[in-house]
């Protein structure tokens, strides 16, 4: 591993698409040295429950794509992003599940409340 004094350009993510996931890899994640730590919620396969956002810096989340994409229920992206706002991380929703929408990647097509965009700071 680098120096931490190297990996101040360094964006370090995790993929979490469930709650075991969530918990196996986040303290992971912390523990690297990093300018921003994110997390990659996508595909969205269940809903996450309570989660700890300390230590990371931007949270994606989405959708599944493709002919086999599964359901996603919208409170789950929801929740997340609830969670964001209480926990002050950027919030960046990149796409709904195409199992439910046609315009699953059209951003004027999502529930009004599920267009968030934000950057990392």
Not at 67 to 91: M, N
Request: glycine share 6%; with cysteine.
């Amino acid at each position: 591993m680098l120096p931490e004094h190297l990996m101040i350009n360094v964006w370090l993510g995790a993929s979490v698409v469930t709650r075991e996931e969530f918990e196996r890899d986040v303290p992971k994640l912390r523990a690297l040295p990093a300018q921003v730590r994110f997390l990659s919620v996508e595909p969205l396969l269940e809903d996450l429950g309570a989660i700890d956002l300390a230590g990371i810096d931007w949270v994606i989340v989405g959708g599944e794509s493709g002919s086999k994409a599964r359901h996603v229920d919208y409170t789950w992206y929801g929740h997340i992003l609830e969670q964001c706002v209480t926990q002050d991380v950027p919030f960046f929703m990149k796409q709904l599940s195409q199992h439910d929408t046609p315009d699953f990647k059209d951003f004027k097509a999502f529930p009004r409340e599920l267009q968030v965009r934000q950057w990392p700071r």
